[in-house]
């Protein structure tokens, strides 16, 4: 079975700019999570999709936004980027978590965004 | 609120020495409790996971064991080797409410392991 995908895998971008990243989740995976990786602040949470909802959403400010398509696909834009954006982004996709065990989730292998 | 604390690092071994790294939480309830480690470059990959107290976790030759009386969920492997170098990330989740898709981190321990 394949792996949770990101694209791109790079990118460089200015302040100001914004940005679009994607995940492909694990085939007959319904959620999807995204995280900030960075040094200083570690792995933090960004938001969740199910079924084309966000469900969960961290500590960020709105210009940190995503959506999830009807094939669980999802996207996340960052918007008027700042130099302290530049970090991993991790995406994650795990089953469907309303059994309430389990929570297992599978990461991409990110997508390196630096801003400049 | 809910925290992962992990040891700090980072941690240097010799090949085939015992390994430990120490990870407790905070919670409310009973979470589930995740070891993930991430090689250079790359995503997280899960290494273990238990579900609920007294549940141990293991997969190639590492283990923890879900202590709910001392809050922790310390790794262990008996006899490292040089291809186990890389960061190591304790991790809880909770399920449903407001807590759906959300794993809380510890800040990661970097090993590394030399021949």
């Known amino acids: 079975k394949a792996g949770v995908t990101q694209t791109p895998r790079y990118l460089i971008k200015t302040r100001g700019q914004q940005v679009t990243l994607s995940c492909s989740p694990i085939?007959?995976?319904?959620?999807v999570s995204w995280y900030q990786q960075t040094p200083g602040q570690g792995l933090q949470f960004l938001f969740e999709y199910f079924s084309e909802t966000q469900r969960n959403k961290g500590n960020f400010p709105g210009r940190f936004s995503g959506r999830q398509f009807s094939n669980s696909r999802s996207e996340m834009n960052v918007s008027t980027l700042e130099l302290g954006d530049s970090a991993l982004y991790l995406c994650?996709?795990?089953?469907?978590?309303?059994?309430?065990?389990?929570?297992?989730?599978?990461f991409g292998p990110g997508t390196r965004l630096t801003v400049t | 609120g809910n925290s992962v604390t992990q040891m700090e690092g980072p941690v240097t071994l010799s090949e085939e020495a015992f390994l430990t790294i120490n990870c407790t939480y905070t919670a409310t309830g009973y979470p589930s409790l995740f070891w993930y480690v991430q090689y250079p470059g790359e995503g997280l990959q899960l290494l273990l996971k238990?579900?609920?107290?007294?549940d141990k976790g293991s997969n190639k030759g590492f283990e923890a064991t879900y202590r709910k009386e001392t809050t922790s969920f310390h790794l262990e492997k008996g006899s490292v080797q040089v291809s186990d170098s890389a960061v190591y990330f304790c991790?809880?989740?909770?399920?449903?409410?407001?807590?759906?898709?959300?794993?809380?981190f510890g800040q990661g321990t970097i090993l590394t392991v030399h021949p």
């Open positions: 085939s007959g995976h319904r959620s």
């Open positions: 238990a579900t609920k107290a007294d």
């Open positions: 994650a996709s795990s089953l469907d978590l309303r059994q309430g065990v389990g929570h297992e989730q599978y």
């Open positions: 991790a809880q989740a909770y399920a449903g409410g407001t807590s759906y898709g959300k794993l809380t």
